[in-house]
């Protein structure tokens, strides 16, 4: 099955400053890569995705990049917010979900 | 659009009973529906997959007799927790694939299970 690795567990970051989570996955056949930011006690909620024949998606101050070659893709957000502050998830699917293990990630005002 | 509900929102049971949370699409159709337990601090770990009018596929691990799913009408899937204990104490989360869609999966907001 899928394995999905993330890092870093936990990121704190100033406010303004940039965030970047990255993910690798093991199975070639995934082709779909999503986002999720989950608040406490919430669900996750999709932030931005990835199809497997696009390289970078840009979305306001989040973007994602994929590289198929090495299995690896990366979350960026930019001019960090108080309210960026939330667990991230990255996933991997060519049908069901495999997710990472989250990062939690803490912007100080 | 997209919206997933779930009911109840959080539950509070005893020991040996029985529990039943539902997951409803709002505003689509959903041809498969997903069910995933998350402990705290931990990821989403996927429990089994619904299809309308089929069995749900179950994930390694996961007892079929006792996380009982049905899927019976292209809006709702129903997830019942039997003779549930302690350790069954768990945050439930629901998605749904669009009619239509293959990837995408919107979620619902999570049902705080807890067993006494």
């Known amino acids: 099955g899928e394995n999905v690795e993330q890092h870093p567990s936990t990121l704190s970051v100033q406010e303004g400053d940039s965030a970047v989570i990255k993910c690798t996955y093991s199975d070639s056949a995934s082709n779909y890569f999503p986002w999720y930011k989950q608040e406490l006690g919430k669900g996750p909620q999709l932030i931005i995705d990835i199809r497997s024949n696009v390289g970078e998606k840009k979305d306001q101050r989040i973007a994602v990049t994929l590289n198929k070659t090495a299995k690896h893709f990366s979350l960026h957000i930019t001019e960090t917010q108080p309210e960026d502050s939330a667990v991230y998830f990255c996933?991997?699917?060519?049908?069901?979900?495999?997710f990472g293990a989250g990062t939690t990630v803490t912007v100080r005002a | 659009g997209a919206v997933v509900s779930q009911h109840p929102s959080w539950v509070i049971c005893k020991s040996g009973t029985s529990v039943k949370i539902e997951c409803r699409s709002l505003?689509?159709?959903?041809?498969?529906m997903f069910w995933y337990r998350q402990f705290p601090k931990q990821s989403l770990m996927l429990m089994a997959t619904s299809n309308e009018g089929s069995k749900a596929t179950y994930e390694q691990g996961v007892e079929k007799d006792k996380f009982l799913i049905n899927h019976a009408s292209l809006t709702l899937s129903t997830l019942t927790v039997t003779s549930a204990h302690p350790e069954d104490s768990s945050f439930y989360i629901c998605s749904a694939t669009e009619r239509g869609s293959t990837y995408e999966q919107y979620f619902g907001p999570g049902t705080r299970l807890t067993v006494t």
């Open positions: 996933a991997a699917s060519d049908y069901k979900l495999s």
């Open positions: 505003d689509f159709q959903a041809t498969t």
